[in-house]
């Protein structure tokens, strides 16, 4: 049984053949711009509603949802066909609503201090799987508008690119989200950023750097050895010549291993190369990594040496520590701490 979002228009055409020509229309307007359940789109007649209820299943199965911020941090825990989890998180600011969304289920990039990493590779998302994740959070945004989808949540976008793509331009033809407000992370997947260059939509892009020279990125990313910081440097000037869009590095703050000043002056050399801005994290805590992030005034400390070196660097908002929600540390499991405050029960809205 097809996806809600697998199909493509030809895909939905075929499945509702004998049907009047214009129904497939109906039933994409309703699925992408409304966001709506088949059973939902009133201007299809009842028995269609139920067809298509029945033969456009669901691919993400809620197993579990936690909620921190006073609320405005909701993080899914879904399964899917064959046993694979993900995990997804939307988070709500005053000036935008967010979702990050997973590409794979798992990841074999091999980066030590990330959970997805940690825990290996399991399989490839769909395009259906991809989107039903935006189309779950948008509907729990309501009534706030969903602004922005960053794929940076489980896996390697990039080495699902094919995936990714049908879904970026899903979201920008058919949702119509504008490009800038979609961003594709990645720890340097060189291939997928010349394709992202030469893409029909210049998305943002941002790099998961953590480290400016390739003896520290090799251990720390381990993608590096495969595509080492010269050619990831070349990559990432022919992907800003080609869109014109500013680069973000993120640059995950890891306490004496990558906050030192040469690390900032290795770093602020190859920003200030290409221009772009510097996303810093403090580590976040995870089981398979023992060092500790960089304490907070660390954090501020390196900030203000890259400021002072001529880079635009800020401090990223964490958000949703305590349950596991925030950058590198989406494992996709079920929670061990059920009944702690801002846990919700399985399935509850």
Same mark, same amino acid.
């Given at each position: ?17 004998? $049907?009047? @020509? ?12 409304? @966001? ?97 994740? #935006? ?6 945004? $309501? ?12 896996? $390697? ?30 720890? &340097? ?67 004496? #291993? ?7 002056? $290795? ?23 023992? #060092? ?22 800020? #401090?990223?908002?964490?958000? @949703? ?10 494992? &996709? ?17």
């Amino acid at each position: 049984m097809p996806g809600t979002y697998d199909l493509d228009r030809q895909g939905l055409a075929e499945l509702l053949d004998g $049907e009047p @020509g214009f129904r497939a229309a109906q039933v994409w307007e309703g699925l992408y711009r409304r @966001g709506e359940r088949p059973a939902e789109m009133t201007t299809l007649p009842l028995a269609l509603r139920d067809r298509l209820e029945e033969e456009l299943g669901a691919q993400l199965d809620e197993a579990h949802r936690r909620t921190a911020d006073d609320g405005a941090t909701i993080k899914w825990l879904f399964s899917l066909a064959g046993g694979a989890q993900i995990e997804t998180v939307l988070m709500a600011y005053r000036d935008r609503v967010t979702v990050c969304v997973s590409t794979q289920a798992g990841c074999a990039m091999n980066c030590q201090f990330c959970a997805t990493g940690q825990a290996g590779f399991t399989r490839q998302l769909s395009t259906g799987e991809i989107l039903e994740q #935006v189309m779950v959070a948008r509907r729990a945004a $309501e009534p706030r508008r969903l602004s922005n989808v960053v794929f940076m949540g489980m896996g $390697e976008p990039l080495a699902n690119y094919d995936n990714l793509w049908a879904a970026i331009e899903r979201l920008h033809d058919d949702v119509g989200m504008s490009a800038r407000h979609l961003t594709v992370s990645t720890v &340097g997947i060189v291939p997928g950023i010349k394709r992202l260059a030469v893409a029909s939509l210049p998305v943002n892009l941002a790099v998961s750097l953590h480290a400016a020279n390739d003896e520290l990125r090799d251990e720390l990313v381990p993608i590096n050895r495969r595509y080492p910081l010269a050619v990831l440097q070349e990559a990432c000037a022919a992907y800003i010549a080609a869109t014109r869009r500013r680069l973000s590095f993120e640059w995950a703050l890891i306490d004496g #291993v990558n906050d030192t000043r040469k690390d900032a002056r $290795e770093l602020a050399g190859i920003a200030r190369d290409l221009g772009a801005h510097v996303n810093l994290i403090p580590l976040n805590p995870t089981p398979g990594y023992a #060092v500790r992030g960089t304490p907070a005034a660390g954090v501020g400390d390196f900030r203000d040496q890259l400021r002072s070196l001529g880079v635009n660097a800020t #401090v990223r908002s964490t958000r @949703g520590v305590e349950i596991d929600a925030a950058c590198g540390q989406l494992a &996709g499991s079920t929670p061990v701490t059920l009944g702690v405050p801002g846990v919700l029960a399985d399935g509850q809205h």
